[in-house]
T-cell receptor, first 113, second 111 residues
Framework: NAGVTQTPKFQVLKTGQSMTLQCAQD?????MYWYRQDPGMGLRLIYY???????DKGEVPNGYNVSRLNKREFSLRLESAAPSQTSVYFC????????????FGPGTRLTVL | SQQGEEDPQALSIQEGENATMNCSYK?????LQWYRQNSGRGLVHLIL?????REKHSGRLRVTLDTSKKSSSLLITASRAADTASYFC???????????FGSGTRLLVRP
């Protein structure tokens, strides 16, 4: 039982490049989330998926797209990376949306030059 | 925008002492959660308290919630060096799926 897994762990991009961050959970959770964490700050919600087949914007969605591929997988895409997107990205999942605890992956540290 | 704000931003205590962190929020909530983050790691859920609860315990953790003051506190008793981490409160709003996190309290427990 791996919980929430994220790939890659580290990534360096040049401005304008694109990439996809992958997230998978094996807990049969309905809801999945993507957050970013900037130095010395809490997490900010980028996008979430309340259930398979649905996605919605969070606080800071600009510059990102998401795909809920199936119940297990939720990917985050940066179409044209910018230095302002340098951050640590966390994926999370939960059974009951905001009603219950969220389980977090280990994070992806992204640097955009 | 941050819904929850933790206070203090940083706290340094001796092993064995108690650590208290506070969280204030702005809008009505269904529940409030506390998470711990060790350096460079993902967040780990500690405890959830619902809006109709005033106090909750889990091991060495005690959480209180005062909805009239829109505030919560997390008390860690008999702290250990392994408790060194950042602690975040998180609130939901209006039965939404969104959790709003505060900026965290960095706790250092000195051996």
């Amino acid at each position: 039982n791996a919980g929430v897994t994220q790939t890659p762990k580290f990534q360096v991009l040049k401005t304008g490049q694109s990439m996809t961050l992958q997230c998978a959970q094996d807990m049969n959770h309905n809801s999945m989330y993507w957050y970013r964490q900037d130095p010395g700050m809490g997490l900010r919600l980028i996008y979430y998926s309340a259930s398979e087949g649905t996605t919605d914007k969070g606080e800071v969605p600009n510059g990102y797209n998401v795909s809920r591929l199936n119940k297990r997988e939720f990917s985050l895409r940066l179409e044209s990376a910018a230095p302002s997107q340098t951050s640590v990205y966390f994926c999370a999942s939960s059974v009951l949306g905001g009603e219950g605890e969220q389980f977090f992956g280990p994070g992806t540290r992204l640097t955009v030059l | 925008s941050q819904q929850g704000e933790e206070d203090p931003q940083a706290l340094s205590i001796q092993e064995g002492e108690n650590a208290t962190m506070n969280c204030s929020y702005k809008t009505s909530i269904n529940n409030l959660q506390w998470y711990r983050q060790n350096s460079g790691r993902g967040l780990v859920h500690l405890i959830l308290i619902r809006s109709n609860e005033r106090e909750k315990h889990s091991g060495r953790l005690r959480v209180t919630l005062d909805t009239s003051k829109k505030s919560s506190s997390l008390l860690i008793t008999a702290s250990r060096a392994a408790d060194t981490a950042s602690y975040f409160c998180a609130t939901d709003r209006d039965s939404s799926y969104k959790l709003i996190f505060g900026s965290g309290t960095r706790l250092l427990v000195r051996p």
